[in-house]
Each structure stands twice: as structure tokens, then as C-alpha cells.
């Protein structure tokens, strides 16, 4: 139970009291889970007593993961019992104990007020893409060029040739490796050299001056030996292709085809239209954002870029070193500063426009929308829980609310009330998942 202690402008203080009977049962979630990964020499896995388990792990380490538990659990809840929005907090516990009940208290900033601007009688523009005959057409021949057939020709190329060439080394010697060239896609200096040329003719390819990743290639010449040539056979448009790409006849290939392409560019409609009336909100509001709230973004932004470095083999500093070699770093931190305010203004009208709505997430919709995230993601709900930890769970269910409002809001607009069967596990889930992929904490609730 979530305790209101003060609030004064945006400094506030409440606290959160936890029934005995919850610590006792987060006591023993975790001494279940102690008992089957400790392995104790003499027992069996799970059968060994707790007073063995705490002497080789310790008492201290049980009460903490008890702790940790509890915490993980009550902090969010208490924020959404009392409809507080923080920026940032701090959390003061006490001890833990079994068999008593468990206090925290917690100090922080709320987040600032906004207005947003009159959007009610927004005229929403954006439609979807119609789907033509042509436009059927068109994806049917893309779909004749990806299941094109090659046959080896005995002329010069020609434009929509695929060739093979094997790279020469030093004096011509054949020891490059071998490969095939689609001409209708390859680049024009590739393109320009091969064209007109035979298989068993040696070609000077002349690759221009280009970046690749964080090295600056200058312009230089490539050997190479055109191996084969080979026509494109292009599928008539009938029952046999059709029957080639697992549809019974050609009828039914358009048919689903069409059908396929419409559902697409419906949701291009909804993600056009989406996109207007959040661009009309951002830009109608009212509102003083803290730099501390844009500063956290933007940090937790420059986490994701050194995270997605690191799995291309990059080290942040080496990526720095380069950028500020080529003057373009404070061209970056300028971007990124920006498109971190940005984020934030966004993420508070849309908070703010789940608040003038009044939308409602129960308990009930929003653990089950969390036993969704976590079989997707293979794993137990406390696993994926542990794994966000307070302030991802807290923004899992703020980018709910998000995006429940949104929805409503575009209901209103087009004259619809909320769709049937729509509910928070579809279309919510994966807006809610990117966002609390960030794990940044800093949205708020009400």
C-alpha cells in the first residue's frame, strides 16, 4: 500500500508498506530458487536445508534478492497507485525480515506540467496508399525478378546479365575468389566496366574514392576475369508460377497478393495518420522541460549507439577518434541532443494525452501484457521482471498508456469508438516493447 507523505512543487515523498504475508512469499520464491541452482555436495537438487543453502550463500544475499524482489514489484505499483509521474528517485529501505511486514520510502522530482493544444477537431489527412491494378502489376513483375532463372549465354553482356568473375591477383595470377555480378543492380562504375565484354576477357575495374564504415578507401583499380555470362529467364505470369510459389492457380496468387497489399498500406495509413496527430500535439503543447530529463535521453541514446559498436567489433573511442578526425563530432552530439528533446516532447504529449483522456490500464491487462512480453522473449515473467528492473517496468506501462491514448484519440477523430477486440497485448505491445527496450525510466504515469 502506497502512502502519500508530501508534495511540494515537484518534490514529493510517499511511502510504500508491504504485508508480511508478501515478504513471506517473496522468501520463498527465493529460496525455491536457491534451492535448485545451489548445488549442496550430499543432497539432491532441491533437498537440501535452508540453513546449509544460507551458509554457503549467505544470509545477507538471501534478505537482498528478498529486497530486490519486493522493490521490483512495489516500487511501480506505488507510482501508479498514487498517479506520480518522477523524473528521478531515490529509494531508502529498510531491513527485511520474515514472518514482518516490509517499508520503503521514496524521495523524487515529478515531471512538469504540460498543456497540450486544442486537437479535437484536427482533420486527420493522411490515407492510405490505393492499391491499383497497376500497383498489382508492378509487385507481380518485381516478383517475376526475384524468381528469375539464369542461363549461361555465349555473347557479350548485357545489362540485365548475371556474371561471374574471379578477382586476379599480382601478374594476373587466379588466386582472387570468385563471385557472381547482377548487372541490373550493380553499381554504374561495375556496370560501365563489364558491359559489351566476354567470358574469358580481363577487365580493369576502376572502383572510385568511398567511406566504408571508419576507413576512408581512396580510388584504385580492381583486376578481375569475367568467368561466365548468364541470361535472365524471366516466368510467364500463370498457373505454373503461381504453383511455384505454393498458390494453387494465378487467381489465387493475385487475390492473396492484393489482399496482402492492402493490409500494408492500411497500416501505412494508421502509421501516416498516427504520426500527424502526434506532430500536431508536439507541436500544440505547452511545457518547461528540465535538462535533466533531455540530458538522461540523450545518455541513454549514446548507450544504445556504444551497445550497437560493440556487436560490430567498434569501440566507442576509436568511433570518436574518427568522427573528431573528420569534424564531425560536434556535428554529432548536436544530433543527438536534439533528437533526445525531441524523443522527450513526444513522449510527453503523449503521457500528457493519455492523462486529459483518463485511459486506464487494470493490473489484470497490464501483468498479462507482461506474461506476453516474456513468452515472446523466451522467458519467465519474474526473469524478464529482474531483467527490466523498476524503472523498465515502469516504462512498460507508461508506453501502454501511450499508446492506448493514441488510439483513442484517432478513434475520436475518425468518428469511431475503440475498436473491437483491440486490446492492449496487439498493436500496444510492440510500440511497448521498443520503448521499454530504452529501459530509461524516465516516462511518466498520469
Known amino acids: ?25 517473496a522468501y520463498d520464491q527465493v529460496w525455491a530458487g536457491l534451492a535448485r541452482d545451489v548445488r549442496v555436495p550430499g543432497f539432491r537438487p532441491g533437498k537440501a536445508p535452508r540453513k546449509v543453502i544460507e551458509s554457503r550463500v549467505g544470509k545477507g544475499y538471501v534478505e537482498s534478492q528478498v529486497r530486490d524482489r519486493l522493490l521490483e514489484t512495489h516500487y511501480s505499483q506505488g507510482l501508479r497507485d498514487l498517479k506520480l509521474n518522477l523524473v528521478d528517485a531515490t529509494i531508502d529501505p529498510q531491513d527485511v525480515k520474515s514472518g514482518q ?47 528469375a532463372a539464369f542461363e549461361k549465354a555465349e555473347r557479350p553482356i548485357e545489362a540485365a546479365d548475371q556474371v561471374t568473375i574471379q578477382e586476379l591477383g599480382e601478374e594476373g595470377s587466379e588466386d582472387g575468389g570468385s563471385y557472381p555480378i547482377y548487372l541490373d543492380m550493380a553499381e554504374e562504375h561495375v556496370r560501365t566496366a563489364l558491359l559489351g565484354k566476354s567470358a574469358g576477357d580481363v577487365v580493369d575495374i576502376t572502383v572510385p574514392a568511398h567511406q566504408h564504415g571508419d576507413h576512408e578507401h581512396p580510388e584504385h583499380t580492381v583486376r578481375v576475369k569475367v568467368v561466365e555470362v548468364s541470361s535472365k529467364k524471366l516466368q510467364e505470369l500463370n498457373d505454373e508460377f503461381a504453383s ?23 497500416q501505412e495509413g494508421d502509421n501516416l495518420r498516427r504520426e500527424e496527430l502526434v506532430e500536431h500535439l508536439v507541436q500544440g503543447m505547452t511545457v518547461e522541460i528540465p535538462q535533466a530529463l533531455i540530458d538522461r535521453r540523450r545518455e541513454g541514446m549514446m548507450s544504445e549507439i556504444q551497445d550497437d559498436l560493440r556487436r560490430q567489433g567498434v569501440q566507442w ?10 569534424g564531425k563530432l560536434e556535428e554529432f552530439q548536436a544530433d543527438l541532443a536534439k533528437n533526445a528533446e525531441t524523443r522527450v516532447r513526444r513522449d510527453l504529449a ?19 501484457t507482461l506474461m506476453n512480453l516474456a513468452q515472446t522473449n523466451g522467458m519467465a515473467p519474474q526473469q524478464l521482471v529482474q531483467q527490466l528492473g523498476q524503472n523498465g517496468i515502469q516504462s512498460y506501462y507508461v508506453s501502454l498508456l501511450r499508446e492506448r491514448g493514441l488510439q483513442q484519440a484517432l478513434a ?32 511518466k504515469s498520469e
Open 101 to 147: 511486514s516490509f517499508e520503503f520510502t521514496v524521495k523524487g522530482e515529478t515531471y512538469p506540467e504540460v498543456k497540450l493544444g486544442d486537437w479535437k477537431d484536427l482533420k486527420v489527412s493522411a490515407q492510405a496508399p490505393e492499391i491499383t491494378d497497376e500497383v498489382l502489376e508492378q509487385t507481380l513483375n518485381d516478383l517475376r525478378e526475384r524468381n
Open 317 to 326: 573511442k576509436e568511433y570518436e577518434a574518427f568522427m573528431q578526425e573528420q
Open 244 to 266: 511455384s510459389l505454393n498458390y494453387e492457380s494465378m487467381d489465387k496468387l493475385r487475390t492473396d497478393l492484393r489482399e496482402e497489399l492492402e493490409r500494408r498500406a492500411q
Open 350 to 368: 503523449l503521457e500528457q494525452l493519455a492523462t486529459d483522456l483518463n485511459v486506464q490500464v487494470s493490473d489484470a491487462e497490464f501483468n498479462q
Open 1 to 25: 500500500m502506497a502512502e502519500l507523505i508530501s508534495k511540494e512543487g515537484n518534490k514529493v515523498e510517499f511511502k510504500v508498506s508491504v504485508p508480511a504475508a508478501e515478504v513471506n512469499r
Open 412 to 443: 475520436q477523430l475518425s468518428g469511431e469508438g475503440q475498436k473491437d477486440g483491440q486490446s492492449t497485448e496487439d498493436a500496444q505491445t510492440n510500440t511497448a516493447q521498443t520503448e521499454t527496450a530504452e529501459g530509461e525510466g524516465e516516462q
